[in-house]
Nanobody, 123 residues
Framework: VQVLESGGGFAQSGNSLILSCTTARRTSSNNGMGWFRQAPGREREFVAA????????NYSPSVKYRFTISRDRGSATAYLQMNLLKPEDTAVYYC?????????????????WGQGTLVTVSS
């Protein structure tokens, strides 16, 4: 399954960006989707996840109340609205899909990954 991210780029501190994620072909049903990020020299970390129905979301404390994950119900398209960006949000952001409907936060439970999109936030 090919996972495609878009929407990365440059932003000034305090501004917003939105990331999108979709698949090139239809996945099976009941897929949770998540966003992870990796900054230079750091391990990949969980950002946000959404359940298959979109009704349940899960956030890292570092982005809660600033970022919002959503998805088109019943489809493999998800979004990450990032507000009040900070320089420490600078990272490569990865979209991932898992063969479970749950909004999980563990990278190893996701089976399909995109190539990542770079987000750079300047102070």
């Amino acid at each position: 399954v090919q996972v495609l991210e878009s929407g990365g780029g440059f932003a000034q501190s305090g501004n917003s960006l939105i990331l999108s994620c979709t698949t090139a072909r239809r996945t099976s049903s009941n897929n949770g989707m998540g966003w992870f990020r990796q900054a230079p020299g750091r391990e990949r970390e969980f950002v946000a996840a959404v359940s298959w129905t979109g009704g349940i979301t899960n956030y890292s404390p570092s982005v809660k109340y600033r970022f919002t994950i959503s998805r088109d119900r019943g489809s493999a398209t998800a979004y990450l609205q990032m507000n009040l960006l900070k320089p420490e949000d600078t990272a490569v952001y990865y979209c991932a899909i898992r063969r479970s409907a749950v909004a999980g936060n563990t990278p190893s439970t996701y089976q399909y990954w995109g190539q990542g999109t770079l987000v750079t936030v300047s102070s």
